[in-house]
């Protein structure tokens, strides 16, 4: 059973801070995925890693991917109060089934 | 509409009563999911339809779920004999195709068991 875990759950920074959310999954997955979910809402697709070694970025959001520690990091750089939210990763094996992980709940502090 | 559409946003139902949740995918889309997602959980896995045809129902909680996708469009989740562990929000989500194709949320359901 494909099971994933993220840590920190709960993570609160100050503004202009820098940190690491880091994702562990336990078997082969094919793909892993980064969403934001804001409160209410739905989940917006952040980040697709396909590859071992994949490194993207998008603003102050940075995902990497490293298959044989099967392990994946987002690094938020210089904290803005607008990323405030719950992120998940999510993998994927075969089909296009997601497993997510429990989440980690941000808070940025003005 | 552009996105991936669910109704209704919020429903709450008496214990016992049968619901229907209703899904409108990306127009083209060819692969539709549901999620459960529990208050402070990340999004737990139901089941998948590919067209017309559901090809796993693994994730399912009970026999009181059901989901139809009848002509390879519009899917709705049943619920019947709701009970309080069934309180959550239910995500819908389509994909383009099979293979390597993000798929897209709705902004869910949340459904209230009391």
């Known amino acids: 059973e494909l099971k994933v875990e993220q840590n920190p759950l709960f993570l609160s920074m100050q503004e202009g801070k820098n940190y690491t959310i880091y994702c562990n999954y336990s078997?082969?997955?094919?793909?892993l995925y980064w969403y934001r979910q804001d409160p209410g809402k739905s989940l917006e697709s952040l980040f697709v890693?396909?590859?071992?070694?994949a490194v993207k970025q998008e603003g102050r959001l940075m995902a990497s991917l490293d298959t044989k520690a099967r392990l994946s990091t987002l690094h938020i750089t210089a904290a803005v109060h607008d990323l405030s939210a719950t992120y998940f990763c999510?993998?994927?094996?075969?089909?296009?089934?997601?497993?997510f992980g429990t989440g980690t709940r941000l808070t940025i502090i003005p | 509409g552009a996105g991936v559409s669910q109704s209704p946003r919020y429903k709450v139902a008496k214990r016992g009563q049968d619901v229907a949740l209703r899904c409108d995918p990306i127009?083209?889309?060819?692969?539709l999911f549901w999620y459960q997602q529990a208050l402070g959980q990340g999004p737990e896995f139901l089941t998948y339809?590919?067209?017309?045809?559901?090809?796993?129902k693994s994730g399912l909680p009970s026999d009181r779920f059901f989901a139809e996708r009848p002509e390879g469009s519009v899917s709705t989740l049943k619920i019947q004999r709701t009970q309080q562990e069934d309180s959550a929000v239910y995500l819908c989500?389509?994909?383009?195709?099979?293979?390597?194709?993000?798929?897209?949320f709705g902004q869910g359901t949340r459904l209230t068991v009391v």
């Open positions: 989500a389509s994909s383009l195709a099979t293979g390597l194709t993000e798929a897209f």
């Open positions: 078997t082969t997955s094919d793909r």
């Open positions: 890693l396909l590859s071992n070694g």
């Open positions: 999510a993998v994927s094996f075969g089909n296009e089934k997601l497993t």
């Open positions: 127009s083209g889309h060819v692969s």
């Open positions: 339809f590919q067209n017309e045809a559901q090809l796993d």
